[in-house]
């Protein structure tokens, strides 16, 4: 399975298109090493996951924990650009 690199959220590309910063995306779940997520990310959302654990349906990347900032059930990602498969380990890496 294709697996986090490091410990962040799992989003979609299409909230980062654009480029406007700060993005801001709902926590639906959290994903554990060792464990798999049973909600999916959509647009407007994301999912907070651990290093190895495996990237949600859904997810084009995972954004370090080092560029958000948590804000209620919210996540302000300070980023300027997000690319597909960003930190994301490929099945059989």
Do not use: W
């Not at 080092?66 to 302000?76: A, L, P, R, Y």
């Amino acid at each position: 399975f294709n697996r986090s690199a490091m410990d962040g959220y799992a989003v979609k590309l299409i909230d980062f298109e654009g480029g406007h910063s700060p993005v801001r995306l709902t926590v639906v779940d959290t994903v554990m090493a060792g464990e798999v997520s049973k909600r999916k990310v959509e647009k407007g959302t994301c999912i907070k996951i651990m290093t190895g654990a495996p990237v949600p349906e859904g997810a084009d990347a995972v954004v370090r924990v080092e560029d958000t900032e948590v804000s209620g059930n919210e996540v302000v990602f300070h980023v300027n650009e997000v690319k597909n498969k960003q930190n994301i380990a490929l099945k059989g890496e």
